[in-house]
Nanobody, 119 residues
Framework: QVHLVESGGGLVQAGGSLRLSCAAS????????MDWYRQAPGKQRELVAG???????NYADSVKGRFTISRDNAKNTVYLQMNSLKSEDTAVYYC?????????????WGQGTQVTVSS
């Protein structure tokens, strides 16, 4: 089993910044994709940003130019630097990883961390 522990969420004023972290531990084999998703009240969970093993990144249009995803493969950790935060960024943010295991690929989710942006 793989455990994901997120940290860094909280309350911030519009225009401010937060940095989320997600550390993976447990039965780590070969982590391929690492992503951040978010879910606002009454809305579906959506992909915010993703990063591959090689460092290729992709972002939701709504966060391009404001958020930066990065990863430290040695620490099995993924980060999300969020700048110029807006009230519409308020959501629970979830870390997600895909891992190649002997039996195939598996997906794991963190417990979520609340980000609240006050206007």
């Amino acid at each position: 089993q793989v455990h994901l522990v997120e940290s860094g969420g909280g309350l911030v004023q519009a225009g401010g910044s937060l940095r989320l972290s997600c550390a993976a531990s447990g039965r780590i084999f070969s982590i391929t994709a690492m992503d951040w998703y978010r879910q606002a009240p009454g809305k579906q969970r959506e992909l915010v940003a993703g990063i591959s093993t090689g460092g290729s990144t992709n972002y939701a249009d709504s966060v391009k130019g404001r958020f930066t995803i990065s990863r430290d493969n040695a620490k099995n950790t993924v980060y999300l630097q969020m700048n110029s935060l807006k009230s519409e960024d308020t959501a629970v943010y979830y870390c997600h990883i895909e891992q190649a295991e002997p039996g195939g690929f598996s997906n794991y989710w963190g417990q979520g961390t609340q980000v609240t942006v006050s206007s």
